[in-house]
């Protein structure tokens, strides 16, 4: 059941926008966010070694799909605080029995996917810097904050990718019905507690900054 599980979810990957130096990731925190000055004050958020857990590696190579959200607003900092702006991507981490790779995809981030031989390789496409194109306009005081989490897929997540894998297996399942679909919803929904593992969540943020214009 678990190989069927994994060989269903063979979809998955994009960028969020703007990736720079990956040597910037090597940091003592797993998550950190500074402000650009040179360009804009837009943010550069780092992702340090979120993946670098035993049991996460262990998770995804038994077949179990993992998704990293990742949020970044910008406040301006008022009596009651501003929302001014934010962003979101979630890229999600499978490993295919079939080639022994891994795959992922970033949500938004198109239909084009990235492989990896290697958990090590994953660690290295995740655990990046990330330039973003957002930046404060006008006058004010400012920050950003991000979160991230790293979580199990839903019923209703692989139920998507079941929907994806009906156009893009052919001709590696034969017959009519998907993989998935030989699982079954409450077989689906058992190996998701079975395999399910604690949600991770960290969080970071800037110190206020000043514009003047």
Do not use: C
Not at 85 to 97: A, C, K, L, M, R
């Amino acid at each position: 059941m678990r190989f069927a599980l994994a060989l269903a979810l063979l979809a998955i990957t994009g960028a969020p926008p703007g990736r720079v130096s990956t040597a910037s990731a090597q940091q003592a925190r797993p998550l950190t966010v500074r402000v650009d000055t040179a360009r804009g004050y837009r943010p550069i958020i780092v992702i340090g070694d979120i993946l670098a857990d035993r049991e996460l590696e262990q998770a995804v190579n038994s077949g179990l799909p993992l998704r990293v959200r990742t949020r970044v607003e910008l406040w301006k900092d008022r009596f009651f605080d501003q929302l001014v702006d934010s962003t979101s991507w979630s890229s999600i981490i499978v490993h295919e029995p079939i080639s022994e790779q891994f795959i992922i995809r970033s949500v938004p981030g198109g239909n084009a996917t990235r492989r990896a031989a290697t958990y090590a390789e994953v660690r290295r496409a995740v655990e990046s810097a990330y330039l973003l194109g957002m930046q404060p306009r006008g006058d004010g005081q400012f920050y950003y904050t991000v979160s991230l989490q790293i979580e199990t897929l839903d019923v209703s997540d692989l139920e998507e990718l079941e929907r994806w894998l009906q156009g893009q297996l052919q001709p590696a399942v034969s017959g009519e019905r998907s993989v998935t679909g030989a699982i079954g919803e409450g077989a689906k929904r058992l190996m998701l507690r079975l395999l399910d593992l604690p949600e991770r969540r960290w969080d970071a943020r800037t110190p206020r900054f000043r514009i003047s214009q």
